[in-house]
């Protein structure tokens, strides 16, 4: 409602009366009322103004108290967990779809659902890969990969998380592929990110760069386990082309490779 219906959002008091009728059925607590950022005076003019009422209108709304996620969780012990539903989205009315295949806000955009089903197919590989090699020091790959963003946002070193999660016995050298893999894990995670699904044209330089994801995760793998991805796996990508440029994904999955290999 919030970012989907421009009305609900034009008058403070009509928001808060409505929000209010909600609340009362619940049972009270935490509510979470989620929405994009950008909505406030970007997407949708003077909402920056909404936003200023409600927070700091003062007498109005005083019973409120206001808070954040993060603020509410050092404030309060956690007692349930919930997980995401897969696989769900922040989107447009044609939710997931937007980011696989062409939708009604972005029509012509065919070369979404290629694009989609090779780098389905390319990111089962990179899995296959990283947890065939992974499995040779620690049990359990995917909760490494998890806690791996501690080390991505410099909080822990790589080698203390590998023995927390009970690797023993690795050299430097075997550090140093670890090092990359999961810089390969985290650059075939980027190839899915929502920016290069967003919009309309496949030539825009959105979609390039997850591209160059997929194509710098598959070169850092292949580096570390010695595996070579199947020309067949890669072949995939070719029907992913532009309409009007006829630049085709292939190109720029090979382009890619080719400048990592003149790099290194
Ligand atoms: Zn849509």
């Not at 009270?28 to 209108?57: C, M, P, T, W």
């Not at 990110?193 to 160059?212: K, M, V």
Request: net charge negative.
């Amino acid at each position: 409602m919030v970012s989907f219906i421009p009305e609900s959002t034009v008058n403070g008091d009509r928001f808060m009366h409505t929000i209010r009728e909600k609340i009362s059925q619940d049972e009270g607590g935490l509510n979470v009322i989620a929405s994009d950022g950008e909505l406030y005076g970007h997407h949708q003019k003077f909402r920056d103004i909404f936003l200023d009422y409600l927070l700091n209108s003062g007498e109005n709304y005083q019973d409120i108290n206001w808070t954040y996620p993060g603020r509410w969780l050092q404030e309060n012990s956690v007692d349930a967990r919930a997980m995401l539903v897969s696989p769900s989205s922040w989107s447009c009315f044609h939710g997931v779809d937007r980011w696989k295949k062409e939708c009604g806000c972005t029509l012509g955009a065919n070369w979404k659902e290629p694009l989609y089903r090779s780098f389905s197919e390319i990111a089962g590989w990179l899995d296959q890969e990283y947890v065939r090699f992974i499995s040779g020091y620690l049990t359990d790959p995917w909760q490494f990969r998890n806690k791996y963003i501690k080390v991505f946002n410099g909080q822990q070193a790589l080698s203390d998380l590998l023995t927390e999660e009970g690797a023993s016995n690795f050299s430097i050298n075997d550090l140093e592929k670890i090092n990359m893999l999961m810089k390969a894990q985290v650059k075939r995670q980027r190839m899915f990110i929502s920016c290069g699904w967003f919009h309309q044209e496949f030539h825009r330089i959105e979609p390039q760069n997850n591209i160059a994801y997929a194509a710098m995760a598959v070169w850092l793998t292949e580096k570390v386990t010695g595996e070579k991805i199947t020309t067949e796996l890669v072949d995939t990508l070719a029907e992913v082309r532009d309409k009007k440029s006829g630049l085709r994904a292939d190109t720029v999955f090979t382009q890619t490779l080719l400048r990592a290999e003149n790099e290194a």
